[in-house]
Nanobody, 121 residues
Framework: QVQLVESGGGLVQAGGSLRLSCAAS????????MVWYRQAPGKQRELVAG???????NYADSVKGRFTISRDNVKNTVYLQMNSLKPEDTAVYYC???????????????WGQGTQVTVSL
């Protein structure tokens, strides 16, 4: 069974850094885009950063220049390096991946369980 498992969240002071990881496990044939989303209390889930299988990236305007997304296609893992964190970055961060499980022929979207990031003043 395919799973996405995030790690690396925590509490950090404003200006600090965190690195999130999301590992896809299970029997996987192919992974396409891998994307980080976040959801703050009382707000809708928003896209933070995405990366294609070929390494093309896109970012929300609010994180450009501060966050960097990368991936390791051998480990089926996506990372989010977050620098110069601000209190408004506080949210639950979710990993999403479009992938084809082994033995199936269709793309399916999978979500991780989320990891809390809290940035204090």
């Amino acid at each position: 069974q395919v799973q996405l498992v995030e790690s690396g969240g925590g509490l950090v002071q404003a200006g600090g850094s965190l690195r999130l990881s999301c590992a896809a496990s299970g029997s996987i044939f192919r992974i396409n885009a891998m994307v980080w989303y976040r959801q703050a209390p009382g707000k809708q889930r928003e896209l933070v950063a995405g990366i294609s299988s070929g390494g093309m990236t896109n970012y929300a305007d609010s994180v450009k220049g501060r966050f960097t997304i990368s991936r390791d296609n051998v480990k089926n893992t996506v990372y989010l390096q977050m620098n110069s964190l601000k209190p408004e970055d506080t949210a639950v961060y979710y990993c999403n991946a479009d992938l084809i499980p082994t033995g199936r022929g269709d793309w399916t979207s999978y979500w991780g369980q989320g990891t809390q990031v809290t940035v204090s003043l």
